[in-house]
């Protein structure tokens, strides 16, 4: 009678799982988004306060070719998680709405539980970021009436999130979010060809001869121009020996300097993109100028190499805002 019993409280497994056709699909889905990069994508796309990535704007996820990124984006469009749209030179990709509610959920609830680590999360000391995120956002809202709440959060929980790849120390991440936030938000705020020019440097880590310019532009035209930077593969922190250069021309500079990468609203806001040994990793947006300055790098160089670019970096920004102006 107790093995019939057992038996008579046993369910079969059939009638409770999910059929074989069902099953398969799910695995194939699954199986696309098993890889790091293809999840770095998704969370990039799903978080674009414009509700789309362009392909170029993906390809500053890591130090692969285009090629390769094509590669992960088709994987991601033929599993049904993203739709593409070629628009001009460029390729849009948005997430499917039929699957919206699930990569919400895999990249809003099922990711922080997947990464904690016994009741810890990778970052100590954020484990109300979410909550923290939320407030900044809602205070950045209210100085961007003309943006929708929803564009300022996701705005500022990708600028959070693209900052958190690299191993800052904790305490450091939000501050820094905040900032960048509010300079993507300024960036999509503002009408290229209005009357304070803007410039964007970029290198490749944003850790040196970017921030020496954009630092010296700064301080040079006191407000007749506005300079920005940013990197195509953003180091941790600036080069060592760039701070107390910094620190020569903007104490303030030298104080909230940070590498970040660029964005495409950083270069859509901008009148001239000038680049410094990062190659052709910058969208081409119609109506931005381009030139390209063959500047030494300070990363391996010495105290008088790097001061030597300083000074061919500062020569360079005199006859650039003699032309601006």
């Not at 790091?36 to 674009?48: E, H």
């Not at 990124?69 to 749209?85: P, Q, Y």
């Not at 693209?162 to 905040?178: F, G, I, K, M, T």
């Not at 660029?262 to 381009?290: E, F, K, N, Q, W």
């Amino acid at each position: 009678m107790t093995g019939m019993a057992a038996r008579e409280e046993c369910a079969p497994a059939a009638s409770r799982a999910i059929g074989e056709r069902a099953a398969g699909s799910l695995a194939r889905m699954l199986k696309a988004l098993a890889d790091p990069l293809r999840l770095r994508m998704l969370s990039a796309i799903a978080t674009d306060p414009r509700g789309e990535s362009c392909v170029c704007d993906l390809a500053e996820l890591a130090a692969v070719s285009q090629p390769t990124v094509s590669h992960h984006l088709k994987v991601l469009r033929e599993a049904g998680v993203v739709a593409s749209e070629r628009r001009g030179t460029w390729v849009w990709y948005s997430v499917e709405p039929a699957v919206r509610p699930a990569v919400t959920t895999l990249l809003e609830s099922f990711a922080p539980a997947a990464t904690a680590r016994r009741g810890r999360t990778e970052h100590p000391g954020l484990e109300d970021v979410d909550e923290t995120l939320a407030h900044v956002a809602e205070l950045l809202a209210a100085q961007h009436p003309q943006l929708s709440s929803d564009a300022v959060t996701g705005v500022v929980r990708e600028s959070y999130t693209a900052l958190a790849r690299s191993p800052r120390a904790a305490a450091q991440l939000v501050p820094l979010a905040e900032r960048f936030a509010r300079q993507r938000l300024a960036d999509l705020s503002r009408e290229r060809g209005s009357s304070v020019p803007q410039v964007l440097f970029v290198c490749v880590a944003n850790a040196g001869r970017s921030q020496l310019a954009a630092a010296l532009v700064n301080a040079a035209a006191r407000g007749r121009v506005v300079a920005r930077s940013a990197g195509s593969a953003p180091g941790d922190d600036l080069h060592a020996g760039i701070r107390p250069l910094l620190q020569e021309i903007d104490p303030e500079a030298a104080e909230t300097a940070f590498p970040k990468p660029i964005t495409d609203d950083a270069v859509r806001a901008s009148d001239l993109v000038i680049t410094m040994g990062c190659g052709d990793v910058c969208p081409i947006i119609p109506g931005v100028r381009y030139e390209d300055w063959a500047v030494g790098d300070p990363a391996l160089a010495s105290p008088e190499g790097v001061a030597a670019i300083r000074d061919d970096i500062a020569r360079r920004v005199d006859l650039l805002l003699a032309r601006l102006a």
